[in-house]
């Protein structure tokens, strides 16, 4: 802890060097065609706030600069003959590092009238231009200002409408308009990625926290429904995010201490005057810290690790070599109490370990061939590996296994894709990417129904998955915009595929008001382990059941409205209908694997289960502006299920509703320095699910679950109060952020499951954890 002490110290001292100095900063930016993503020249960019104006032009690269800004926020206004104009309000300019915009201009239809497309409408425009509806963009800036996000990119989009969070404060998984928490596709760089999550369990799609710092993101993309045709294999939604560059003129760094341990990145150019630049980012959490003080503490606290980088080297004038990839370590382990006069409940008795290692990289080349073709290629790879055992000491001190699994997955991927702008009105977006996926699965569980532990999956091989897709977007006139395609996978393990056709439109009725109508439909295989799962009949009979099992298919319909009724407030309206089938059940059951966040089955599945979600999705929204924003959501659905006994019931997930209140303040001082203060109220509807048959409990002695109340139970709705506290220090060259994070500021412990205690034979609440405080200091210069 002295060691910590004396590091903030120091952190701290060093932020204060030449504090008297004048407080500028340099803004620097690129302008790009949102449709070809050419570089466009001589656009007029104007910035200025209530007491400052400046302006410049780009060069034939489409970048501009422009020196001696003055701290706080500013407001950019873009512009070009033959291009609409743009109107970009608040960046945030700091003194410890430059302030880079990527801006994209939308070229313009018609000539006879005079548009401007400003932050009532365009604040959260997806950067994907094929996206119309269900979809938002979100910032860094964002992703830090929300209170209890802990600078995680997950649990910021928890915010949003549509999306539920689970009452467990431990995992950052979300609910998607009623789906499972597994049907989420995760993206980085345009390719596929494995969960990036630290301490995440086999097949699912969440975590504790996201293997990569919010750092080395720029604006990114989140879709909930009917999403593009680029996007395949996922059925809730996608979150796709990318890396910004490193600054390729000045060298910058940022080290972050705190409570959850050790952050440090690095950007600037390989050699001074050259347009290259790299990007590093590396965590170490501080229980990692406490366990190489203690080595008693790595059976009592977990502890992770991780490191990202982007790499970006242009090629000349039309061409860009990027190499980027994350990769984490984390360790969780916790002992049973050896003193079973010390039992009160089972996790007293519990023995567990979760070690999880992944890592994803890209090489990609994009190459601009004239002003309207862009074509892109990238190898990628990843790799994914989960080791966890999970057991209980019995009442006469043998531990009786639950879980073990050993589970790796790795994959590689070459992808091309052309981008081509016809016209004005025509733009198209055609790829394909092929994949050889690798697996090694051994795992052993105990048998739901009979409490055996027994073989789920032992095999290793390899297969190919093939994808392929094109879309095209028609903007008629400005106030139309039409976007259509189609997304191919085959998968080659037992040769099942998917045609799923997109489309979407959106109409401005208005320079305020628009409706937007969408369709899609989305397909999703399962985890590799449950198409390896096995059943042994003996004499060495192994049978595969599942190696026959097709796609999950959804059919999503969205229907929305926009209002801007000023700037800086707007409201958007989303209602929308999700027919679900094919969906893997076990023949004559309950079961269904819409039910299922993901991981390991060995049970037969056929692919004749269905469902269905419904509802509407509100946001009224300020942005930040005068110093304050706030953010109100509310999510009305309902979530049903037909499994294999075709009996309608509720969905596991099917919480029904919920609200999100978000506000944030900021008040500048004279030397300016900035406080801002951020809550976060949630109101959500608890889960389904089914509860532990007491008496049939204790006759078997081990948890036996009451099938004639499947679903008919759900968890209490929980009330969370989030709030978070920063105060940014701006010197000459640097800039210190003190931030206090707490999560659950009214000390809620929900019940989040219920569990049989067999030592006291009884049902037992599993509860939240409580109150969770997080305190940083971040150091940027």
Same mark, same amino acid.
């Given at each position: ?534 059943? /042994? @009949?003996?004499? &060495?009979?192994? !049978?595969? *059941? ?7 298919? =959804?059919?999503?319909?969205? %229907? ?121 109220? /949630? @109101?959500?509807? &608890?889960?389904? !699910?089914? *509860? ?7 006759? =078997?002695?081990?948890?036996? %679950? ?76």
């Amino acid at each position: 802890m002295k060691k910590l002490t004396t590091l903030f110290l120091l952190l701290f001292l060093a932020a204060g060097i030449n504090y008297a100095q004048e407080k500028t900063q340099i803004v620097r930016g690129k302008v790009i065609d949102t449709d070809s993503k050419f570089p466009l020249e001589s656009v007029s960019i104007a910035i200025f706030d209530t007491a400052y104006i400046n302006g410049t032009e780009t060069d034939k690269d489409g970048n501009f600069i422009i020196e001696k800004i003055p701290l706080g926020r500013i407001n950019i206004k873009v512009s070009l003959i033959g291009y609409y104009n743009t109107f970009i309000p608040e960046i945030v300019v700091s003194s410890g590092k430059e302030v880079f915009v990527n801006i994209e201009l939308k070229e313009s239809i018609i000539t006879t009238e005079e548009i401007e497309v400003t932050a009532d409408m365009e604040k959260d425009k997806p950067v994907n231009s094929m996206a119309l509806i269900s979809s938002k963009s979100f910032t860094v800036e964002e992703t830090r200002r929300y209170a209890g996000s802990f600078d995680d990119p997950l649990r910021a989009v928890q915010s949003f409408a549509g999306v539920v969070s689970s009452p467990n404060l431990n995992t950052n998984g979300i609910i998607i308009r009623g789906n499972s928490p597994k049907g989420l596709l995760w993206r980085l760089e345009d390719i596929d990625i494995p969960n990036p999550n630290h301490f995440s369990y086999a097949g699912q799609s969440s975590g504790g926290l996201t293997i990569f710092s919010s750092q080395l993101l720029t604006k990114s993309d989140f879709y909930t429904s009917a999403f593009p045709p680029e996007f395949g294999n996922a059925l809730s939604g996608v979150f796709d995010m990318r890396f910004r560059n490193g600054n390729p003129f000045r060298r910058e760094f940022t080290i972050q201490a705190g409570i959850q341990g050790i952050d440090i990145s690095a950007e600037g150019p390989f050699v001074k005057g050259k347009s290259s630049s790299y990007l590093f980012n590396y965590r170490y959490s501080i229980f990692s810290f406490l366990q190489l003080i203690d080595k008693e503490m790595e059976n009592k606290i977990p502890s992770y690790q991780d490191l990202s980088f982007k790499l970006n080297i242009p090629t000349g004038d039309i061409g860009t070599l990027t190499l980027f990839g994350i990769g984490g370590i984390s360790k969780s382990k916790f002992d049973p109490e050896q003193d079973s006069t010390k039992w009160e409940d089972l996790e007293d008795r519990k023995k567990s370990t979760l070690n999880n290692k992944m890592g994803a990289f890209g090489l990609s080349y994009g190459l601009l061939s004239g002003k309207n073709t862009l074509w892109k290629s990238t190898i990628s790879g990843s790799y994914n590996e989960v080791f966890f055992e999970e057991g209980l000491i019995n009442t006469s001190y043998r531990y009786e296994p639950s879980d073990e699994v050993n589970y790796k997955t790795s994959r590689l991927s070459v992808s091309t894709a052309l981008n081509h702008k016809f016209s004005t009105v025509h733009t198209n977006k055609t790829g394909i990417t092929y994949s050889k996926l690798f697996f090694d699965a051994d795992i052993s569980s105990q048998q739901e129904n009979t409490g055996i532990f027994m073989q789920f999956a032992d095999d290793e091989g390899n297969t190919n998955l093939l994808q392929a897709y094109t879309q095209s977007k028609f903007d008629f006139f400005y106030r139309l915009s039409i976007t259509a395609g189609l997304n191919y996978s085959l998968f080659r393990f037992n040769n099942n595929y998917s045609v799923d056709p997109r489309f979407a439109v959106r109409w401005l009725l208005t320079d305020k008001q628009a409706i937007s109508l969408g369709y899609g439909k989305h397909s999703q295989l399962e985890d590799i382990s449950v198409y390896l799962s096995e059943n /042994n @009949y003996g004499s &060495g009979v192994v !049978y595969n *059941p599942n190696k026959e099992l097709d796609f999950s298919r =959804a059919h999503h319909f969205v %229907l929305g409205y926009d209002i801007a009724f000023r700037n800086d407030l707007r409201m958007k309206i989303e209602t929308y209908y999700q027919y679900l089938y094919d969906i893997p059940v076990m023949r004559n059951s309950y079961y269904s694997m819409l039910n299922n966040p993901g991981g390991y089955f060995n049970d037969s599945l056929i692919n004749e289960g269905t469902g269905r979600n419904f509802g509407i999705d509100i946001t009224f929204e300020k942005y930040m502006t005068d110093n304050f924003y706030y953010l109100v959501t509310a999510s009305l659905f309902d979530s049903k299920y037909k499994g294999g006994d075709g009996i309608e019931r509720n969905g596991r997930y099917n919480g029904n509703y919920v609200f999100n209140i978000l506000f944030g303040k900021e008040f500048e001082t004279e030397n300016k320095n900035v406080w801002g203060i951020n809550l976060k109220i /949630n @109101y959500t509807g &608890g889960q389904y !699910y089914i *509860p532990v048959d007491l008496e049939s409990s204790i006759a =078997a002695d081990r948890e036996i %679950l009451d099938y004639g109340k499947i679903y008919t139970k759900r968890l209490n709705s929980f009330l969370y109060l989030d709030f978070s506290l920063t105060y940014r220090m701006n010197y000459s060259k640097a800039s210190g952020i003190f931030t206090l994070q707490v999560k659950n500021l009214l000390n809620q412990k929900p019940a989040i499951g219920y569990e049989y205690n067999a030592v006291l034979q009884q049902v037992e609440a599993r509860t939240e954890l409580g109150i969770t405080p997080m305190f940083s200091y971040r150091l940027e210069f």
